[in-house]
């Protein structure tokens, strides 16, 4: 099966509600893969309910204040990542290691009663913006951050490969301005705003200022591959 046809088959089954996967400090972006150690019983049932269903699972992030909450169900930030398990691995003490693939933003509209341990939310699917009329500007700003971003190559061995076909291959704006806003090592607050920034050309704009004075200052604040974040 294609990526594409993935694509269409996910969003064609997809009805709305997400199993949610609340984290104090990750922000999946879509077209990118994380790695994730699941161990708490809460979380092994919604992987297990995934695997048994539609294998998808929404990251969200938990709102400032959440510590005292945690065991219950603290407030979330309003947008989050659909994420689809790419592979999985069951350990022989019943917790996974699995490697879950950003799809789409969305945008909670309503967390559902509590029916299972883990939490679930009506949600609406947030698609990229990108102003009418503005092709040029769209590929100035492509040339640009692939720009900026070759620069961080030598900073990043075990990714100069990926990096090189991001900076060469044909890569929309979209999808390359997720990738960088998630090897950014960057406070957890700034990633989400970047999460929830649909308008594209904004987007690109914000990495552009950031990743320039990342080169200005000679800091190397990225990194890849991605660490496991265990919930």
């Known amino acids: 099966m294609s990526s594409q046809e993935a694509s269409d088959t996910w969003e064609t089954a997809f009805r709305g509600v997400v199993r949610l996967f609340p984290l104090p400090n990750l922000v999946l972006f879509p077209h990118v893969m994380q790695p994730l150690h699941i161990f708490e019983p809460r979380y092994r049932a919604m992987l297990e309910a995934a695997l048994a269903d539609d294998h998808l699972i929404g990251m969200a992030l938990l709102a400032p204040g959440w510590e005292s909450d945690y065991e219950g169900r603290p407030p979330l930030m309003s947008v989050g990542c659909l994420g689809r398990v790419a592979a999985h691995c069951r350990m022989e003490d019943g917790t996974y290691n699995l490697l879950l693939t950003g799809l789409r933003r969305f945008e909670i509209v309503e967390e559902l009663p509590p029916l299972h341990l883990y939490r679930e939310a009506r949600v609406r699917l947030l ?89 200005a200052t000679g800091s190397a604040a990225l990194e890849f591959p991605p660490p496991f974040s265990a919930n």
Do not use: H, W
């Not at 060469?168 to 960057?186: E, F, R």
């Open 127 to 215: 698609p990229d913006c990108t102003p009418p009329n503005q092709a040029k500007m769209l590929a100035e700003s492509l040339q640009r951050l692939q720009a900026v971003f070759a620069r961080f190559t030598p900073f990043l061995p075990e990714a100069r490969d990926q990096i090189d076909q991001l900076i060469a291959g044909k890569i929309d704006l979209p999808t390359l301005t997720d990738v960088i806003a998630y090897m950014m090592d960057i406070p957890v607050a700034d990633k989400y705003a970047l999460l929830a920034e649909t308008n594209v050309l904004t987007r690109a704009a914000q990495l552009l200022e950031r990743l320039e004075f990342l080169d």
